[in-house]
């Protein structure tokens, strides 16, 4: 049974492209948390989805992140034209029943900006 | 605004001895406290938690202590041991409410050896 997958585990961009960072849940969870965690702080709520529905998204900066959880297929976080800012660790986490004690963390992914 | 707080952003333990980390948080609406352990590379693992219907919880060598009305905890690790050495985070939530955790900064456990 395999646990959260995150991919890529590290990715490098350029200031003022676009980087796409992968969530595949566990199986039977279908509620999808993302978390940032900048050097030197705990992790941070971004948004809450589950399938086709973003639930709470208090977290994500006003512009340039979106995040998605289609029908089929991983949820996406989506941060357009990056700035080095963007640069931290971003974990998705999933659940099955949408109750924070059930979160499962993926390994995360490390994203750099040149 | 923090609303969990770790104070000591490293600890330095010897082997065998006990290990104390705190927490501290603001929010009172929260009623349900975890603490996750997470090595370099990897995403935070799920350790132990306590309801605020509780002062005390306790699983094998890890026992959380939670005082209301300071609005504190500590987790205790009895004896410590070299894979003990990780990053432990505070964090809390509102148990009913079905989204996020709150998270401290962490504390870097160092077991000496």
Same mark, same amino acid.
Do not use: A, L
């Given at each position: 049974n395999a646990g959260v997958m995150q991919n890529p585990r590290h990715l490098v961009r350029r200031r003022g492209q676009e980087a796409r960072l992968r969530c595949s849940p566990m199986k039977g969870h279908s509620h999808v948390y993302w978390y940032r965690q900048l050097p030197e702080e705990g992790l941070k709520f971004m948004v809450y989805l589950q399938k086709e529905n973003i639930?709470?998204?208090? @977290?994500?900066?006003?512009?340039r992140f979106s995040a998605e959880f289609p029908k089929e297929g991983p949820s996406i976080l989506r941060i357009q034209q990056?700035?080095? @800012?963007?640069s931290a660790a971003y974990f998705c986490a999933s659940s099955p029943t949408g109750r924070v004690l059930a979160q499962h963390f993926g390994d995360g992914t490390r994203l750099s900006i040149l | 605004d923090q609303q969990v707080k770790q104070n000591s952003p490293s600890l330095s333990v010897q082997e065998g001895r006990i290990s104390i980390l705190n927490c501290d948080y603001t929010? *009172?609406?929260?009623?349900y406290f975890l603490w996750y352990k997470k090595y370099p590379a990897e995403g935070p693992t799920f350790l132990i938690s306590i309801s605020s219907i509780k002062d005390k919880n306790e699983d094998g060598r890890f026992t959380v202590f939670l005082n209301k009305s300071a609005k504190h905890l500590s987790l205790h690790i009895? #004896? *410590?041991? #070299?894979? +003990? *050495?990780a990053v432990y985070f505070c964090a809390a939530c509102v148990?009913?409410? +079905?989204d996020k955790i709150i998270f401290g900064k962490g504390t870097r456990l160092h077991i000496l050896p």
């Open positions: 639930i709470d998204e208090s @977290g994500m900066p006003k512009e990056v700035v080095r @800012g963007d | 929010n *009172s609406m929260f009623d009895v #004896p *410590s041991q #070299p894979g +003990d *050495s148990e009913n409410r +079905d």
